[in-house]
């Protein structure tokens, strides 16, 4: 508040209503003080919501993708082994395939990569 000293620790010279308000409606959360105390940033709001649909939304993809794939393993014998889909072999016709389209960005989309996600969506189907 204007003409207080800077440094003042004590509350009304920072609250302009000196009457406050009451307890049984106003309330901070503990993890918001321990938060504040400890000197850790606080999180954004949602973030831990934007979090999780950020989860879902991966897991949702990785289904298609082992939904394809186990597709794909009916439909063709080369790219089964046993009764499951193979991966690796998905994989390499999935590479060879990227090679032929022209000016693709091709950044994460290594055999190992698409192999793991084959097998990480082929997982989560049979969940």
């Known amino acids: ?3 207080r000293a800077s440094g003042s620790s004590v509350v009304k010279d920072f609250i302009v209503d000196v ?3 009451d307890p049984n409606v106003f309330r ?3 993890t918001d003080l321990r938060i504040l105390l400890n000197g850790e940033s606080v999180p954004p709001r949602g973030h ?3 979090e999780e649909t950020g989860k ?3 897991e949702t993809l990785l289904k298609q ?3 394809m794939a ?3 393993a009916e439909k063709a ?3 089964r082994r046993g009764e499951k889909p193979n991966a690796s072999q998905i994989a390499e016709a999935v590479v060879d395939l990227i090679a032929e389209i022209p000016d693709v960005n091709s950044s994460g989309l290594g055999r190992s990569s698409i192999r793991a996600n084959v097998t990480e969506g082929i997982n989560l189907l049979r969940k």
Do not use: D, K, N, W
Request: no cysteine.
């Open 48 to 50: 831990q919501a934007a």
């Open 1 to 3: 508040m204007p003409g």
């Open 19 to 21: 009457e406050f308000p």
């Open 70 to 72: 186990t597709l794909l």
């Open 56 to 58: 879902r939304e991966r």
């Open 77 to 79: 014998a080369l790219y």
């Open 65 to 67: 993708v082992g939904a």
């Open 28 to 30: 901070v959360a503990s």
